[in-house]
């Protein structure tokens, strides 16, 4: 079974379209994550809900929306795609109380041409 | 402010040999602080974690990390490298303060182990 699952693997398409990416955890954890890491391999926070609550908004532009219908779930959806938004996208889910530790999920590849 | 630093962008170290990834921290308080591994084309795995306590812990696949608070520092060990070790590292911090759980990581130690 996997813990933390994304949807899609690999995202290819051209600018100015909307596209989505879909995150899933089977963990019961309450707490999720969506990161970007870019070309170079650096790894930065965008958001954070915590059972359907954002806790965390990092300076990320508002094309950027992430949602989360339930704390088993969290998407973003990306409006007006820019090529500086290409990139890998990772979720991330956390458990409650002494569990620090982050789970990740295998990454989504978007490509913007 | 976090922050981590990686000093070595690629570590590179014979199997069967001794490696270690530098890391060292800045964070107001006692931190949280952790070891995560990529493999080409995956997500990251987490491989241990320093909290509370003993100085030295024991992770997956046979790393440990050494907690050193006089140095800020937390580098990554294991006694004996295997060709499957190689891959991306990456140290993170949290503060303990946080509520939100928030990572800052550092910028990544490429790690080669050759045969």
């Known amino acids: 079974d996997t813990a933390v699952s994304q949807t899609p693997k690999y995202l290819v398409t051209q600018m100015g379209n909307d596209k989505s990416i879909k995150c899933e955890q089977n963990l019961g954890h309450d707490t999720m994550y969506w990161y970007k890491q870019d070309s170079k391999k650096f790894l930065k926070i965008m958001f954070s809900?915590?059972?359907?609550?954002?806790?965390i908004n990092e300076t990320v532009p508002n094309r950027f929306s992430p949602k989360s219908p339930d704390k088993a779930h969290l998407n973003l959806h990306i409006n007006s795609l820019e090529l500086g938004d290409s990139a890998v996208y990772f979720c991330?889910?956390?458990?409650?109380?002494?569990?620090?530790?982050?789970?990740f999920g295998p990454g989504t590849r978007l490509t913007v041409t | 402010a976090q922050s981590v630093a990686q000093p070595e962008d690629q570590v590179n170290v014979a199997e069967g040999n001794p490696l270690t990834v530098k890391c060292t921290y800045s964070v107001s308080g006692n931190p949280y602080l952790f070891w995560y591994v990529q493999y080409p084309n995956r997500g990251l795995q987490f491989l241990l974690k320093y909290i509370t306590g003993d100085n030295l812990v024991k992770g997956s696949y046979g790393f440990e990390a050494e907690f050193n608070k006089s140095q800020t520092s937390f580098h990554l060990k294991k006694p004996s490298a295997l060709v499957s070790d190689s891959a991306l590292y990456f140290c993170?911090?949290?503060?303990?303060?946080?509520?939100?759980?928030?990572?800052?990581f550092g910028q990544g130690t490429t790690l080669q182990v050759k045969p």
């Open positions: 993170a911090v949290r503060a303990p303060s946080s509520n939100t759980g928030k990572l800052i």
């Open positions: 991330a889910s956390r458990g409650a109380g002494s569990s620090y530790e982050q789970y």
């Open positions: 809900y915590n059972n359907k609550e954002l806790i």
